[in-house]
């Protein structure tokens, strides 16, 4: 692909469509923005379908349809069925409410490729309990039962943090008991609704360690009966992640209005300047696009990231993490533990509260 001044620009291979912000949970560590976009901003059917055709001919290879609840919108089937003419792989990301089951049948006339459900804990009251709506985790397990009559894969998403972090092994038991084949295990990512509740949703370090440990061991039991895909917990890694793969290199998220942004968590970064798919094409703000500059490559980097070996492998880390920690985005993810802010996290680790959670409304 062009350069980009001294930056290569790659392919993208995903697109994360966030139809909606409406959705009926309310998650403590929903990674929405906290200024929800409001329906009548949203994006219509018609233009998602040229979004991806845009998307295709840019070489995204994937669309993960989420939210919110993507199932908010009436004109979902529609939406499928146009990425999947646009030659798109399509992943539904649901909370599984709201979902009838006319409606995953509609989805899977329209094309749908894949479903991933999220599940907030094996027990159905503390799942409840986090998800803040009652009755959520029975319409859960009902869709999934849906998902595999209908022969869709199904992958179950699990955010795990200290009030479920006990239960992992019952919790990839109930998803081998849904017949997933995949479970994507994440450990809460602290930006947005997540910074609000961070002392209530974190876990001590003995209990990472023990999660850790068990995650292992699950993936050895259960080995050809279900794929367990772990992201570790950035508090307690002593690297960052590489996170969405490098900024602006990997993916690209338009939000429900049509904002094209790096990664989902970007608008948090005060300064940036977002280009909108209503007034540009989805190619014209990946190469250009102030935004998807502001962080690529790793020539942005301080010290000690600048003369690190592991700079291309990670980049640094999360952009939005040390914003959201140092107030600069262009420093070392505190999660490093050759950052000199490093302190910063193992202090707030150590934080715990039994504070009520703020849920994300
Ligand atoms: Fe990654 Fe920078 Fe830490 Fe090196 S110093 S491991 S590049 S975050
Ligand atoms: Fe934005 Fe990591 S969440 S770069």
């Known amino acids: 692909m062009a350069e980009n001044g001294s930056v290569a620009t790659h392919k993208p291979l ?50 993960h349809l989420s939210g919110g609840e993507p199932a908010a919108r009436r004109d979902l089937p529609e939406i499928v069925a146009s990425a999947r003419e646009a030659g798109l792989y399509t992943n539904l990301i649901t909370s599984g409410v709201g979902v009838t089951t006319r409606t995953i049948r509609d989805l899977w006339e329209a094309g749908l490729d894949h479903v991933q459900i999220s599940i907030q804990d094996s027990d159905a009251v503390s799942s409840d309990r986090i998800a803040g709506y009652r009755g959520a985790f029975a319409r859960k397990c009902a869709l999934a039962a849906e998902v595999k009559r209908l022969g869709l894969p199904l992958t179950v998403n699990l955010v795990i943090h200290r009030a479920n972090i006990e239960r992992i ?70 690297y960052p992640k590489p996170c969405v793969g490098g900024w602006g290199r ?34 014209d703000i990946w190469i250009g696009s102030p935004a998807f500059n502001a962080f690529r490559g790793t020539d942005f980097l301080p010290e000690p990231c600048a003369s690190c070996e592991r700079r291309e492998a990670d980049f640094g880390g999360c952009r939005c993490q040390a914003f959201a920690l140092t107030g600069d985005a262009r420093a070392t993810d505190p999660v490093c533990h050759l950052s000199p802010r490093h302190d910063l996290v193992t202090e707030l680790a150590a934080v715990q509260t039994d504070e009520p959670y703020q849920y994300r409304r």
């Open 250 to 283: 990997r993916s690209l998220n338009v939000t429900p209005s049509g904002k094209v942004l790096p990664c989902h968590a970007a608008e948090s970064i005060p300064g940036l300047e977002f280009w909108n798919v209503r007034d540009h094409s989805l190619a």
């Open 14 to 63: 995903g697109l994360l469509a966030e139809l909606t912000h409406r959705c009926p949970l309310g998650c403590p560590y929903c990674s929405n923005p906290l200024a929800l976009e409001k329906r009548e901003d949203e994006l219509d059917t018609a233009t998602w379908a040229r979004v991806f055709g845009e998307a295709a001919a840019l070489g995204v290879l994937q669309c």
């Open 169 to 238: 092994g019952a919790m990839v038991d109930l998803a081998l008991s849904l017949q997933a084949t995949r479970v994507e295990i994440a450990h809460v990512q602290y930006y947005g609704w997540a910074l609000k509740n961070r002392a209530a949703l974190m876990p001590t370090r003995e209990q990472v360690a023990r999660a850790t440990t068990e995650v292992e061991a699950l993936r050895q039991r259960h080995h050809g009966k279900i794929v367990i895909d772990a992201v570790v917990p950035d508090y307690h890694a002593r």
